[in-house]
T-cell receptor
Framework: DAGVIQSPRHEVTEMGQEVTLRCKPI?????LFWYRQTMMRGLELLIY????????DSGMPEDRFSAKMPNASFSTLKIQPSEPRDSAVYFC????????????FGPGTRLTVL | AQSVTQLDSQVPVFEEAPVELRCNYS??????LFWYVQYPNQGLQLLLK??????LVKGINGFEAEFNKSQTSFHLRKPSVHISDTAEYFC????????????FGAGTRLFVKA
């Protein structure tokens, strides 16, 4: 199994631009999580999905952030417009309700907003 | 609500010495407990987990942890560390009643010196 796949691995953009991060979960997993990691705030859960449906988005910082999961094998996290304080590493993770309990993390996307 | 406290932000230790990374949690209901490791520029990966049963849990790379319900702790230990154990370690909890939302601690940076 290829594991959780994230793209791009690195993204550098200018303030005000739209940024889209992508995630492909492990095949067969029915839970998908988006996290943000910074030195100041540590690892924060932004949103998670079950069977493609958003379950809890209380961690999404503001309306500039949105996430979708159009099918079981693909999810996006979009920031529009981006701001320098959005600079962080964004992780996607997936898990299975059948074999739960751990989450499998992708390698992350390092976002830099100038 | 659940919370996780990792009592040490950094732990320096010499190679081949024993190490303990401390974790306390708070929850009004039963939880699952985890330790994850993050190597530089990588995602998190599972070290070990406690679901039920024996309170001493063994994980990968020679790590083990002990669940102490009365003290609400789940400390991670290794009798002899290697340079390659240098990484950030995260304690995490999730409800065992479904939902699968996981709360992560702030992390402990283990630095193994030669």
């Amino acid at each position: 199994d290829a594991g959780v796949i994230q793209s791009p691995r690195h993204e550098v953009t200018e303030m005000g631009q739209e940024v889209t991060l992508r995630c492909k979960p492990i095949s067969g997993h029915d839970y998908l999580f988006w996290y943000r990691q910074t030195m100041m705030r540590g690892l924060e859960l932004l949103i998670y999905f079950n069977n493609n449906v958003p379950i809890d988005d209380s961690g999404m910082p503001e309306d500039r952030f949105s996430a979708k999961m159009p099918n079981a094998s693909f999810s996006t996290l979009k920031i529009q417009p981006s701001e320098p304080r959005d600079s962080a590493v964004y992780f996607c993770a997936s898990s299975s309700s059948v074999t739960f309990t751990e989450q499998f993390f992708g390698p992350g996307t390092r976002l830099t907003v100038l | 609500a659940q919370s996780v406290t990792q009592l040490d932000s950094q732990v320096p230790v010499f190679e081949e010495a024993p190490v303990e990374l401390r974790c306390n949690y708070s929850s009004s209901v039963s939880v699952y407990l985890f330790w994850y490791v993050q190597y530089p520029n990588q995602g998190l990966q599972l070290l070990l987990k406690y679901l039920s049963g024996s309170t001493l849990v063994k994980g990968i790379n020679g790590f083990e942890a002990e669940f102490n319900k009365s003290q609400t702790s789940f400390h991670l230990r290794k009798p002899s560390v290697h340079i390659s154990d240098t990484a950030e370690y995260f304690c995490a909890v999730s409800l065992n009643t479904g939902g699968f939302k996981t709360i992560f601690g702030a992390g402990t940076r283990l630095f193994v010196k030669a």
